[in-house]
């Protein structure tokens, strides 16, 4: 049974900062990571998604895969305290297989 | 396009009362899914359906949760003799494919006295 292990579980930065959240995936198969973000009260939105070794950015946020390591990052540059929320990884491979959770980051934005 | 549709948003019951939770789909996407999330243990997945059919449900606590869909545009999900540590948010998912980008419904608030 593969597992997504998202790190740290909790992470506090100051506005305008720098936050980086990892996740790792356990299935050597894996090909698709995906990040969710939940704000408090709501349900997860798909936030990005990456499916080739490198990075990606869309505005303040990049996204890495090291497809090697199975590990993915999401960081997110000059953070607001709209950025605070739970942030889930998840991981799937073609074939049917069904999309893997992590257990999340909660991350909060100080003013 | 409405997005998925969970019904109702809130619930209370009664220990030992039955629950049934509703989901409608987005038009056209073949799998449905079925989580469960608190503070404590986080997002749960339960079960999940592709193109009706049950695929897996080796989340679902097996005594007193089932799950159905009866039709394309619809699952429910029934929890009998609902005890409190079923009080949770149970979110219902539906993706085009398997494996594809997931989209969440509001979410059922069950609380159980």
């Known amino acids: 049974q593969q597992k997504v292990q998202q790190s740290p579980e909790s992470l506090i930065v100051p506005e305008g900062g720098m936050a980086s959240l990892n996740c790792t995936s356990s299935d050597r198969n894996v090909d698709y990571f995906w990040w969710y973000r939940q704000h408090s009260g709501k349900s997860p939105k798909m936030l990005m998604s990456i499916f080739s070794n490198g990075e990606k950015e869309e505005g303040r946020f990049t996204v890495h895969l090291n497809k090697a390591s199975l590990h993915t990052s999401l960081h997110i540059r000059d953070s607001q305290p709209s950025d605070s929320a739970l942030y889930l990884c998840?991981?799937?491979?073609?074939?049917?297989?069904?999309?893997?959770f992590g257990s999340g980051t909660r991350l909060l934005v100080s003013p | 396009n409405a997005g998925v549709i969970q019904t109702p948003r809130h619930k209370v019951t009664g220990k030992g009362q039955e629950a049934t939770l509703w989901c409608e789909p987005i038009?056209?996407?073949?799998?449905v899914f079925w989580y469960r999330q608190t503070i404590v243990q986080g997002l749960e997945f339960l079960t999940y359906?592709?193109?009706?059919?049950?695929?897996?449900d080796s989340g679902m606590p097996k005594e007193r949760f089932s799950a159905q869909m009866p039709n394309q545009s619809h699952s429910t999900l029934k929890i009998q003799s609902t005890q409190p540590q079923d009080s949770a948010v149970y979110l219902c998912a539906s993706s085009i494919g398997t494996g594809g980008e997931q989209y969440f419904g509001p979410g059922t608030r069950l609380t159980v006295l």
């Open positions: 998840a991981a799937s491979r073609t074939g049917g297989y069904k999309v893997v």
């Open positions: 359906f592709r193109n009706q059919a049950p695929i897996d």
């Open positions: 038009s056209g996407h073949s799998a």
